[in-house]
């Protein structure tokens, strides 16, 4: 990995932002991520980043942290939060804004135990494929302590293989239709492609099932969004 995300994170830190980062995936044609976008404040943060936010309790850990929005916000109200990425220009980025603990980390390495695990920005996304939820959500139930919660948001994005007329293009022997390749590029260099995964919560509730999580809508979004929670089943 180039870690191009990182280095888009530490030049807007820097005051160096003169480009967005440009993504694109196998099913889309090319988008805009707008850097300010990537360290916005709770006013401008979704309405199920918002709601996760509030239901945060207790011993915090923010995977995919990002520029540490979510992580600030909590450390500000007072709670103790734990912030991993994989990105280490992201978790520079974090340490000169001010997040206390905030470490270049994969989620499967982590080992502490969390009263809330945040997973926020298309959270199942770190998940990559359908094949490997399981072992992400055993592991997640793994780092929790008791009565603890994982907070995860992610889309239905069944919308994108519609047709003009309304008809779906999906083909049944792909992949699952959420599996994307995902392109990011930045300042004319592309990054490593990766494979993200939006799961639609039906799916996210039958494999949270099956390694004995509880899994709740607490809210739907605006757009085919939702936030899950995830607890560990009696
Ligand atoms: C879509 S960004 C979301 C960033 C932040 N949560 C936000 O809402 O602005 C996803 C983040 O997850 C990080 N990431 C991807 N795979 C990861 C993994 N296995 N463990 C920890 N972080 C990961 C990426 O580097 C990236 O910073």
Known sequence: MKDLFGQALLDYQNNNYTEDIITSTNISEEDTLPLPYLFRDYEDMTKLEQMA??????????????AGGHSLYL?????????IDISEGAISVCKTRGVNHAYTASLLDETEHFDTILLLMNGTGIFEKLSYVTKYLTHLKSLLKTNGQILIDSSDIQ????DEDGGLWIDTNANYYGELDYY??????????????????????????TVGLNCENVQDGDHFDYLAKLTISE
């Open 53 to 66: 936010l509030e239901l945060a309790k207790g011993y915090i850990l923010d995977v995919g942290c990002g």
């Open 75 to 83: 450390q500000n109200k007072g709670l103790a939060v734990r912030s």
């Open 184 to 209: 990011l590029s930045y300042k004319g260099q592309k990054e490593t492609p990766l494979t993200w995964l939006y799961l639609d919560f039906v799916t996210l509730k039958a494999a949270c099932i």
């Open 159 to 162: 919308y994108m293989y519609e």
